[in-house]
């Protein structure tokens, strides 16, 4: 503002022949964040990341090694469980069903057990000097007493132990044919070279 009163004042009508330039001030522009990502300066190229499996250590390899060991262990063992469970089963039930009889039991259910022990000691008692009339005898007159106060589960029980009884001998007898027989062709074989044996040279003197 000096400058140019003292210019208007050195040369009056100077300001009237410059030219200026008056920039107008335009609205406020919103100020709007930018991510880093979008400045040229920041841009990194995507990188493409590749996973490798780590290396095994000595531990790890153990570990491995005894688990395929112990595999066909695992295997016998899960079979082995898989075929007693059923009985286990079996056994537990008759376990609770016995209970619960014995918990609630019929007014001459006593009586008949001591008649049914009563048995088996004149059993024992009659089977003294010979350990098979030790067996025979005291298991005879129980199931005897037993199916006189009991006749239908001593008919099943019967039935059960005769079936049992005929799969056991079918399987003993298909087990000791499967044993005799690699002896029986054996045996056929060595018949038929004797005898071949023997043949040729009666075939040879003609």
Not at 58 to 77: F, I, N
């Amino acid at each position: 503002q000096v400058s140019l009163r003292k210019l208007e004042s050195a040369m009056p009508g100077a300001l009237n022949l410059m030219s200026f330039t008056v920039f107008a001030a335009g609205e406020d522009e919103p100020n709007v964040p930018l991510n880093r990502e979008d400045l040229s300066l920041y841009t990194s190229p995507q990188q493409k990341f590749r996973y490798v499996e780590p290396e095994a250590g000595q531990l790890e390899q153990s570990v491995a090694t005894l688990r395929k060991a112990a595999e066909p262990y695992a295997q016998w063992c899960q079979g082995a469980f898989g075929k007693i469970k059923p009985k286990v089963q079996r056994v537990i039930q008759f376990g609770n069903d016995t209970y619960a009889y014995l918990k609630d039991p019929p007014k001459d259910f006593y009586p008949r057990a001591g008649v049914i022990g009563a048995a088996g000691v004149l059993g024992l008692f009659l089977g003294r000097g010979s350990r098979i009339k030790k067996l025979i005898y005291p298991a005879g007159l129980v199931t005897v007493s037993a199916s006189m106060y009991y006749p239908e589960r001593a008919a099943a029980i019967a039935k059960s132990t005769g079936e049992s009884v005929y799969d056991w001998a079918l399987q003993s007898y298909v087990n000791i044919d499967k044993i005799l027989k690699p002896e029986k062709k054996a045996e056929e074989k060595a018949e038929r070279k004797a005898e071949e044996s023997s043949g040729a040279p009666g075939q040879a003197k003609p």
